[in-house]
């Protein structure tokens, strides 16, 4: 056990809209906190509302999901502000994860792959396949399954600057045999202390059935996709051991290794 408290900085990403996730995320690290006997100091950051940018005094930094586009954003005064911040902190030896909306940010920036537009939003509880052995997929199979809320993707990997980088993809999307299309990148290694996924590992059984059942995200669902759409997601939180094994271990596994680092 460390004597010193286990400091993490969230950096919020959700343009002040409220959002399931950071009760989650924070749900997620105080069970780990508990479960390794250790004290945390957790500071959040408003990075697109404010401007806010945590320091490089964190034993962890934790990349939120968000809503909107992560490219119409550009150049504007919180993205710089962020995307210095990514440029400055992949030098620094500081673990990082970034969750969805800031995963697409920094594979922009870092310009991992082409960032589109999907056809249609994903959205619902689904499979992602590992595609490299590393321990962030401990106690996970191949596929696992989480929760993905997304427009947008990322395809068609830059071989080049992800070599140079020393960088890695590590999982994709679901396999769709029927669909005539490249699968989205679902999870890079930027190197070896930044870790970003494009689904939501920290999405919590309990919490997301009781968002989905809500009339007001029900009666969207069914207005966007229609009514078997929202019986599919429901049937999937229902087998609760599927996003309860993900919540279980992705995120602590990363926070493992920086424990361990």
Known sequence: MQSSPFKVAILDMYDGSPNLGMTCILEVLNIWANKNKLSLIINVYN????NQIPD?????????????????SKNSEWDNTYTQWLGTIINKKKWVFL?????????????????????????????????????L????????????????????PNDQVIAAMG???????????DVPLERAIMAVKFNEYIYGVQFHPEGESSILLTYFQDPETKASIIQEFGIAKW???MMKLEDTDKTTNTFSHFIPNFLDKALKG
Request: aromatic share 10%; hydrophobic share 35%; with cysteine.
């Open 47 to 50: 990075v697109r509302v404010q």
């Open 56 to 72: 490089f005094n964190y034993d962890v930094y934790i990349s939120t999901g968000g809503p909107g586009s992560p490219v119409d």
């Open 99 to 135: 969750i969805c909306h800031s995963f697409q940010m920094a594979c922009r920036h870092f310009e991992i792959g082409k960032i589109s537009l999907r056809k249609s939003r994903q959205i619902g509880v689904l499979p992602v396949h590992p595609i490299i052995e590393d321990s």
């Open 137 to 156: 997929f401990n106690n996970l199979g191949d596929p696992f399954y989480a929760l993905e809320s997304r427009y947008y993707q990322i395809t068609e």
């Open 167 to 177: 960088a890695q993809i590590l999982a994709l999307e679901k396999i769709r045999p």
């Open 231 to 233: 019986e599919k997601i």
